[in-house]
T-cell receptor, first 110, second 112 residues
Framework: DSGVTQTPKHLITATGQRVTLRCSPR?????VYWYQQSLDQGLQFLIQ???????AKGNILERFSAQQFPDLHSELNLSSLELGDSALYFC?????????FGPGTRLTVL | SQELEQSPQSLIVQEGKNLTINCTSS?????LYWYKQKYGEGLIFLMM?????EEKSHEKITAKLDEKKQQSSLHITASQPSHAGIYLC????????????FGGGTRLMVKP
């Protein structure tokens, strides 16, 4: 158990819908990273927050957004969902260089 | 081509055999992570290497970092069915907030 929690574990929704994925980092970790893992693209970095502020952006679509709250938990919002958004979404947290990953949220868009 | 290339892409070994997985970067390596993933599950941190020539071991798994070759290798001794899964290497990209860029993964199956 990495200490990073993610909810929900599974999410099934329809195209065009909007969903919110939640991540609670390890106690004391200020950085939260979001990653997407799909069969065709592999594991890709989406976005990083540090102590409430956006720190770095990767291959994140404009339809996706994230935020980190004062209690350091983070949410990833995915809107106007498409079939191709079906993937495993991971968050990771760190206090230094080491990153610890949560169990992931499996999103299925039908 | 990918920034991090892993080889082989998949591997089937007999229980008890040794194996090596390689990870080669097209950019300078500042830090290299190895993770293991059970199919469809989360990533389990194995180890992180930061310095050239560094070698770390955890149980029967040893990883080395060759900074000059921009390469890391993961070696499993006397493989067991519990070693089966997907092994991912990830490189730190310091120009982007310490985010990780990952290789395509190596799928390992261990036959009992």
């Amino acid at each position: 158990d990495s200490g990073v929690t993610q909810t929900p574990k599974h999410l099934i929704t329809a195209t065009g819908q909007r969903v919110t994925l939640r991540c609670s980092p390890r106690s004391g970790d200020l950085s939260v990273y979001w990653y997407q893992q799909s069969l065709d693209q592999g594991l890709q970095f989406l976005i990083q927050y540090y102590n409430g502020e956006e720190r770095a952006k990767g291959n994140i679509l404009e339809r996706f957004s994230a935020q980190q709250f004062p209690d350091l938990h983070s949410e990833l919002n995915l809107s106007s969902l498409e079939l191709g958004d079906s993937a495993l979404y991971f968050c990771a947290s760190s206090v230094g260089v080491e990153q610890f990953f949560g169990p992931g949220t499996r999103l299925t868009v039908l | 081509s990918q920034e991090l290339e892993q080889s082989p892409q998949s591997l089937i070994v007999q229980e008890g055999k040794n194996l090596t997985i390689n990870c080669t970067s097209s950019k300078t390596l500042y830090g290299l992570y190895w993770y293991k993933q059970k199919y469809g599950e989360g990533l389990i941190f194995l180890m992180m290497l930061q310095k050239g020539g560094e070698e770390k071991s955890h149980e029967k798994i040893t990883a080395k970092l060759d900074e000059k070759k921009q390469q890391s290798s993961l070696h499993i001794t006397a493989s067991q069915p519990s070693h089966a899964g997907i092994y991912l290497c990830g490189a730190v990209r310091m120009e982007a907030g310490n985010m990780l860029t990952f290789g395509g993964g190596t799928r390992l199956m261990v036959k009992p």
